[in-house]
């Protein structure tokens, strides 16, 4: 029997499968974030071709927090009123919708990837001040970020638990924290990036206050039964920087503060990283993770066989696998690796003359 289309309960929900659909930003949403057609389709999709928990992109929970002028946002009544269509869209096709909560900390106000501009975005044009731990841009072609104080930084966390309470209302039945790829939390995290002397800054168990606390309120937002997840970039691939024996401290605290499930990729603090690509090549941070920890994790990268991704969750390297460009190119990639595992996976009524 399949592992990979065996059922997971966290708290009070239980997943179909352990496929997960990685958050990918879009860049498609209207100029106050609000998702549009796009979303509904991108991660309807999806969810039609079997993944069991679909997680919508980076979703800032203030408007400064979002990485581009066009990221999506849950900061307001009218981004619950938008996102309802599109839960609705992919619940109606048998999967979970999720929302991944963020905010992009330095790496805010950029211009979208196919954009002939890049670096940052101008006031002028749609732009901002962004935040950080300090004062020192990501790249020098990066808008130079404002330093966070106390009160900032407890701004955030409330916005993270408002946001929370707004993804309840649109229909998603999970929550999952942005803790990784240089954004706000990680930046946080990272001794590569922050330099603070004050609560936020220091040894480990200061420079993950941040994290902690936003987790901790996510938690009370959502209640009891809601799982909520956090992603982390489990190493800054670079020596001095964060490594996995800290995020398998990490995750004990995570874990304290109401986490179920730790996402583990990896990098995107600074840009100087030598990242070792291949497939799987941080399945090893979420089994290290899950053994040390004792805390559920869910791996990810370059992902893209089924008999990989069994092997994965079957030896207990990881209680989830997301696939993110894989399901890109092959938004039916779970029907396909049920066929070669010989497993059963929900099949819309219009579709079962195909399968």
């Not at 927090?65 to 619950?80: E, F, K, Q």
């Not at 009891?224 to 489990?234: G, K, M, T």
């Not at 008999?307 to 396909?336: N, Q």
């Amino acid at each position: 029997m399949s592992v990979l289309f065996s059922p997971l309960t966290l708290r009070g929900l239980t997943l179909p499968n352990r496929i997960v659909m990685s958050p990918m930003c879009q860049y498609s949403a209207g100029p106050d974030g609000l998702p549009t057609d796009w979303h509904r389709i991108h991660l309807g999709s999806r969810a039609v071709g079997g993944v069991g928990l679909v997680i919508s992109e980076a979703t800032a929970v203030v408007p400064e927090g979002r990485i581009s002028p066009r990221d999506t946002g849950l900061w307001s009544d009218a981004h619950v009123d938008a996102w309802r269509p599109v839960t609705a869209t992919v619940a109606g096709a048998g999967a979970v919708p999720a929302v991944q909560l963020a905010h992009a900390g330095r790496k805010a106000s950029t211009y979208w990837p196919w954009s002939p501009r890049n670096g940052g975005v101008p006031d002028e044009e749609g732009g901002w001040t962004p935040v950080g731990p300090g004062t020192e841009p990501f790249l020098p072609a990066y808008r130079t970020p404002a330093a966070l104080d106390r009160a900032g930084i407890a701004r955030v966390v409330e916005a993270f638990g408002r946001a929370a309470a707004r993804a309840l209302g649109a229909g998603f039945r999970a929550v999952e924290i942005h803790a990784a790829h240089g954004y706000l939390l990680h930046e946080f995290l990272s001794p590569l990036v922050n330099f603070r002397t004050d609560p936020y800054g220091g040894d480990l168990a200061a420079r993950s206050r941040f994290a902690v606390e936003v987790t901790r309120t996510v938690r009370a937002a959502v209640g009891d039964d809601v799982p909520v997840l956090v992603r982390i970039s489990a190493t800054d691939w670079v020596p001095g920087g964060w490594t996995p024996a800290d995020s398998v401290l990490l995750a004990k605290l995570l874990a304290e503060a109401g986490a179920d499930l730790v996402d583990c990729s990896s990098g995107g603090g600074v840009p100087e990283a030598e990242i070792p690509l291949g497939p799987g090549y941080q399945v090893p941070l979420a089994a290290q993770v899950r053994r040390d920890a004792g805390v559920p994790t869910g791996a990810v990268g370059l992902i893209r066989e089924p008999e990989h991704a069994e092997a994965i969750v079957a030896t207990g390297d990881a209680d989830l696998v997301l696939l993110g460009r894989e399901l890109l190119r092959d938004p039916y990639w779970p029907r396909r690796a049920a066929d070669r595992l010989g497993a059963a996976v929900h099949t819309p009524e219009q579709y079962l003359r195909a399968w």
